[in-house]
């Protein structure tokens, strides 16, 4: 769905460096969440916001920093990349708890 | 937190035969529970959901059904076609897992003509 877009679409860093995703939805969405997809363990949820100034820790959040200080955006920020963050990298939203969730169109993030 | 169980990992049928994905889910709050297609290269896109005050629910060739009391959910594919070939992810929501959607590792289905 055009209503929320990631930047960039490929990345690739070196180990070490810190590097920002960048989510943004238009739907004024309560929930904004980061997965990371990783081939043989699915979609993993890296952290989730329920509003502005409200983040909290989800299944694999180390190394992983946010903030989301307006409704539309949701950064994900590696502090100091690592080559087992080599992913991709999905950002989505929705409005409540029971609405569907809708997924950006990635992020592939290479770590050398 | 939920824990989303899927089975199985690989699928593969002939066009036009049925296929069946299972998932079992930890969290007894849970309430609702979506299905997700994602197609090589793309995004996770979703196909049907259900709410956990219904049993099933239909929509063309693709159905859910739900049981509480076991605490699972089943994917129904009928009349497959070569273009239903793509990675499925159950998911569930629970109070206990934060309003965060959880996803089962995906199955990958090959329908072959």
């Known amino acids: 769905d055009a209503g929320i877009t990631q930047s960039p679409r490929y990345k690739i860093t070196e180990t070490g460096r810190q590097v920002t995703l960048m989510c943004h939805q238009t739907?004024?969405?309560?929930?904004m969440f980061w997965y990371r997809q990783d081939l043989g363990h699915g979609l993993r949820l890296i952290y989730y916001s329920a509003a502005a100034d409200i983040t909290d820790k989800g299944e694999v959040p180390d190394g992983y920093v946010v903030s989301r200080s307006k409704t539309e955006n949701f950064p994900l920020t590696l502090e100091s990349a690592t080559r087992s963050q080599t992913s991709v990298y999905f950002c989505?939203?929705?409005?409540?708890?029971?609405?569907?969730?809708?997924f950006g169109n990635g992020t592939r993030l290479t770590v050398t | 937190g939920e824990n989303v169980e899927q089975h199985p990992s690989t699928l593969s049928v002939q066009e036009g035969d049925s296929a069946v994905i299972k998932c079992t889910y930890s969290d007894s709050a849970s309430n609702y529970f979506p299905w997700y297609k994602q197609e090589l290269g793309k995004r996770p896109q979703l196909i049907i959901d259900i709410r956990s005050n219904v049993g099933e629910k239909k929509d063309q060739r693709i159905a859910v059904t739900l049981n509480k009391t076991a605490k699972h959910f089943s994917l129904h594919i009928t009349e497959t076609q070569p273009e239903d070939s793509a990675v499925y992810f159950c998911?569930?929501?629970?109070?206990?897992?934060?309003?965060?959607?959880?996803f089962g590792k995906g199955t990958s289905l090959l329908v072959t003509p």
């Open positions: 989505a939203s929705r409005q409540g708890n029971n609405s569907p969730l809708h």
């Open positions: 998911a569930a929501l629970g109070f206990n897992s934060g309003y965060a959607l959880n």
């Open positions: 739907w004024s969405h309560s929930y």
